[in-house]
């Protein structure tokens, strides 16, 4: 048994169970933060050891990425979980439910979406929490749309093939301003 502060860690290595006593208060508190990220209390737990460990992207940000083509999705997460905790989401109604429930450091989008458009979602983001940094990727771009981008509280247009460097770069220079809940100027 591992014991630290007022709380108590019980490790079963055999059955690799973990066991945990904490404080009446602090179980309500952690209840809620799971709440209202969208985990469970578990995954949750499971996380900060990992961070603790140096073994999961405490530095990174939270990313995420909403787009339709699963083949771009899935190239798009891979390409940056090493470095980011990274969610996917299909449609804009989707992602904006994630959104309700979980923080986000930065929303990259697509423009073409079914349902609501990357534009709208931008748009929606940006009243709720404005502190989200949106970055948005198209395969179809023109001046019009980036502007619209632009004025929605985009903070960047990419053009797809995306450069994962270019994206990077993109995250890296926003991620301190989203992270100290900054929220974009008009």
């Given at each position: 048994m591992?014991?630290?502060?007022?709380?108590?860690?019980?490790?079963d290595t055999?059955?690799?169970?973990?066991?945990?006593?904490?404080?009446?208060?602090?179980?309500?508190k952690?209840?809620?933060?799971?709440a209202?990220?969208?985990?469970?209390?578990?995954?949750?737990?499971?996380?900060l050891?990992?961070?603790s460990?140096?073994?999961y992207?405490?530095?990174?940000?939270?990313l995420?990425?909403?787009?339709?083509e699963?083949?771009?999705?899935?190239?798009?997460?891979?390409?940056?979980?090493?470095?980011?905790?990274?969610t996917?989401?299909?449609?804009?109604?989707?992602?904006l439910?994630?959104?309700?429930?979980?923080?986000?450091?930065?929303?990259?989008?697509?423009?073409?979406?079914?349902?609501?458009?990357?534009?709208?979602?931008?748009?929606?983001?940006?009243?709720?929490?404005?502190?989200?940094r949106?970055?948005?990727?198209?395969?179809?771009?023109?001046?019009?749309?980036?502007?619209?981008?632009?004025?929605?509280?985009?903070?960047?247009?990419?053009?797809?093939?995306?450069?994962i460097?270019?994206l990077?770069?993109?995250?890296?220079?926003?991620?301190?301003?989203?992270?100290?809940?900054?929220?974009?100027?008009?």
């Amino acid at each position: 048994m591992y014991n630290c502060t007022d709380g108590k860690i019980d490790m079963d290595t055999e059955n690799k169970q973990l066991h945990l006593r904490i404080p009446k208060e602090d179980y309500r508190k952690l209840k809620v933060r799971c709440a209202y990220d969208g985990t469970s209390m578990q995954d949750y737990i499971v996380k900060l050891i990992v961070e603790s460990m140096g073994e999961y992207p405490a530095k990174g940000g939270s990313l995420l990425v909403v787009e339709d083509e699963a083949i771009v999705r899935e190239s798009l997460k891979d390409s940056l979980k090493d470095a980011h905790v990274v969610t996917t989401a299909e449609t804009g109604e989707e992602a904006l439910e994630l959104i309700k429930k979980r923080d986000f450091d930065i929303l990259i989008v697509d423009v073409r979406l079914p349902g609501k458009s990357g534009i709208e979602v931008i748009r929606e983001v940006k009243q709720a929490k404005p502190y989200i940094r949106s970055i948005v990727i198209t395969a179809f771009p023109s001046v019009e749309l980036a502007v619209e981008a632009m004025k929605q509280g985009a903070v960047d247009y990419l053009v797809k093939p995306i450069r994962i460097e270019d994206l990077e770069n993109l995250i890296w220079e926003n991620l301190s301003k989203a992270r100290k809940r900054t929220p974009l100027t008009e």
